[in-house]
């Protein structure tokens, strides 16, 4: 029987439970950048799982590019991905008031951005990102993960990470629905304006591949950034992950 592996819904194939193990271990600095992942026989003795089940693993995090299998030498992991930003003129767009709520066109009853989940702060390799944006310990952060629903499909998982806590019970509540920006910043009793905002591309990895219904690996626009009260302190980091398929990001040089 399987052991040491993540609670997920219940549907859930084995062999995409272990990916998922795996891959916290990846995002936990277990496995650094460059490690060679364990044998096959290793894995299937830690996990009580079968080899064919490990390989279906790698092969899920391989699809995810997590991982790079190398024939006849072994797994390794992959480095992060190099990001990209663009920077943008403050003055374009000051006040942070949740501009993805802004920019949704009118949809289907059920649409809108609903809370998934409020993890813990681990340390991993995201939470980890968040506090130095932050300038916080990781141990002082909250986080909120959602998702966005548009014509009767999810089109973006979105985490937020603020420096302050615990969250209200109804703001954490799964299927809370909402403005979860302007949420955080009532919750917070602050006033919110962007800091900077970055744009880039990933492929979906395991729980963004589940919660979007989407293939590991599938392209994702990622729009993260900081958004800070009006003397400038740090009090939101944002990062969403969006499928690629269905959005693009637009920025007009000229006035409309």
Do not use: K
């Not at 992942?37 to 391989?62: H, I, K």
């Not at 992060?80 to 009118?106: K, M, W, Y």
């Not at 629903?149 to 629905?177: I, N, Q």
């Amino acid at each position: 029987m399987a052991t040491n592996l993540p609670n997920t819904p219940p549907n859930t194939p084995l062999y995409r439970r272990l990916a998922r193990r795996l891959q916290e271990r990846i995002d936990a600095g277990g496995y650094p950048a460059g490690a060679r992942l364990p044998s096959e026989p290793e894995l299937s003795a830690e996990f009580g799982v079968n080899r064919l089940t490990v390989r279906q693993a790698v092969a899920e995090l391989e699809r995810a590019a997590v991982v790079e299998i190398r024939r006849g030498v072994g797994t390794f992991v992959r480095p992060p991905a190099v990001r990209v930003s663009i920077a943008v003129d403050p003055r374009s767009q000051r006040f942070d008031l949740g501009s993805v709520h802004e920019a949704l066109p009118e949809g289907t009853q059920g649409d809108g951005e609903f809370v998934v989940a409020a993890p813990p702060v681990t340390g991993s390799a995201e939470d980890e990102e968040a506090a130095r944006q932050l300038d916080r310990e990781p141990g002082g952060l909250s986080r909120l993960d959602s998702v966005i629903r548009l014509g009767g499909r999810a089109r973006a998982a979105c985490s937020y990470w603020v420096p302050f806590g615990p969250l209200p019970a109804e703001l954490v509540r799964p299927g809370h629905t909402g403005n979860l920006v302007r949420d955080l910043a009532r919750a917070a009793g602050v006033e919110l304006e962007y800091d900077w905002r970055a744009f880039g591309a990933i492929g979906a990895d395991l729980a963004d591949a589940e919660l979007l219904g989407v293939p590991a690996g599938t392209p994702l626009l990622v729009r993260e950034g900081v958004s800070c009260t009006p003397d400038g302190t740090p009090a939101l980091y944002v990062r969403r992950r969006i499928d690629g398929s269905s959005a693009r990001f637009v920025l007009h040089f000229r006035e409309r």
